[in-house]
């Protein structure tokens, strides 16, 4: 459920971030319209005082036109009998006016497109909380001073309002980055339990690249998302923790085993749920879940409870035909392995009974990769 949760979120924000980047290039089309707008007026003024007033409703409510036009303003400037501002012709002031304004639109623009960047990594499925984009909002911020010329307000809040954010977002970051490096933690603690299992039961170390890779190629195949692929992948190193506790003597012998002995091997999935019980961290979580799990069959008579369907979790369904395969085709102390062909048809024959239908198509659709993977670890 709370996959699912994480996954839907992940959808409401690149489809937010979707919408946010076409919001922001009709935004920026009616800016770019209205700065032509103001470069052309400033021409026409240039041209022609009677355009002074007719575009007067543009510049005469902005506050550098009101500061320069104002009474107390123009008495710095007089010398004498003289004032400089005085003298200035109007055309000259409404250019001032209209620059401010024109200023006004290219601030906007030029943060406008800043959102849009931010949209268009939601869209693409970057993460919301991004420091190097909030240090990078925070300097842009500097930029909304120049609204004060326009709207002493305007500017100041919007400068506020930009750096409150900036903020925001870069706390968040961190957070995230922190949330990163625990994953990278959880990451080496389950690479170094796995090497320390394939050591003691006496398997090789491609055995565990092997499952892990079959099964992110196979949860690939079934359309699950990257980030849920990568965390199949490294869980499921883990699979075999539980093998610590059992004898060496039994993992290793050469012969058939007992059936005493070969209940004693099936308790390694209740001994990796045990090993693993109180852990922390998403990943780890999943190994749990793993290593009770993989040993599951669709029909419901595997081991240790006797789940079936989809009753199994998903990433157990995927983990069994991946260990499975990985254990026909190769040697063990007990057995030779198997031919590719021979144990390519096992899986398709435990279709529905040992196996889940639809990892066992992902696993025929996909079986090139897994043939890839195969030559790339052999022992």
């Given amino acids: 459920m709370k996959e699912k949760s994480i996954k839907k979120t992940q959808e409401k924000i690149k489809r937010g971030g979707r919408v946010g980047y076409f919001f922001t290039q009709v935004v920026i089309i009616l800016l770019l319209i209205f700065i032509v707008f103001h470069c052309v007026m400033m021409v026409l003024t240039l041209i022609d005082e009677i355009y ?14 009101r500061l320069i036009t104002s009474e107390e303003f123009s008495k710095i400037f007089r010398f004498g009998d003289k004032n400089l501002l005085d003298e200035m012709q109007p055309k000259y002031r409404a250019l001032i006016g209209i620059f ?8 906007l623009l ?3 497109r800043m959102a849009g960047q931010f949209f268009k990594h939601l869209a693409e499925g970057g993460r919301p909380f991004n420091v190097r984009f909030a240090k990078k909002m925070r300097y842009s911020a500097f930029s909304f001073i120049l609204l004060v010329l326009y709207n002493p307000l305007l500017g100041i809040i919007s400068f506020a309002l930009v750096i409150f954010f900036s903020y925001i977002m870069e706390y968040g970051g961190y957070i995230q980055e922190q949330a990163d490096e625990t994953n990278r933690i959880q990451e080496e603690i389950i690479f170094s339990f796995a090497e320390i299992t394939e050591n003691k039961s006496g398997q090789t170390g491609q055995h565990i690249k092997r499952v892990s890779e079959y099964s992110r190629i196979l949860a690939e195949q079934m359309g699950l998302d990257p980030e849920r692929c990568d965390q199949i992948r490294i ?21 058939k085993l007992t059936d005493e002995e070969y209940a004693v091997i099936k308790t390694h999935t209740t001994y990796g749920g045990q090993l693993l019980e109180n852990v922390e961290g998403d990943e780890l979580k999943l190994s749990r879940t793993i290593a009770l799990q993989h040993h599951e069959r669709y029909d419901g008579r595997g081991y240790p409870a006797q789940l079936d369907a989809e009753n199994i979790s998903l990433e157990g369904r995927i983990v069994s035909v991946a260990d499975v395969y990985d254990a026909l085709t190769s040697r063990r102390s007990y057995k030779d392995a198997w031919s590719e062909e021979d144990a390519y048809r096992e899986i398709l024959k435990g279709k529905g009974t040992q196996f889940d239908p639809q990892v066992v198509d992902a696993f025929e659709a996909a079986h ?8 790339k670890f052999a022992d």
């Fill in 52 to 65: 002074v007033s007719r575009f007067s409703w543009i510049y005469e409510h902005n506050s550098l036109y």
């Fill in 100 to 107: 401010a304004s024109l200023l006004t639109w290219l601030v």
């Fill in 110 to 112: 030029f943060f406008t």
């Fill in 235 to 255: 869980a499921s190193t883990m699979h075999d923790v539980g093998k610590l506790m059992i004898p060496s003597e039994i993992l290793d012998k050469p012969g």
């Fill in 368 to 375: 090139d990769k897994i043939l890839e993977v195969r030559k």
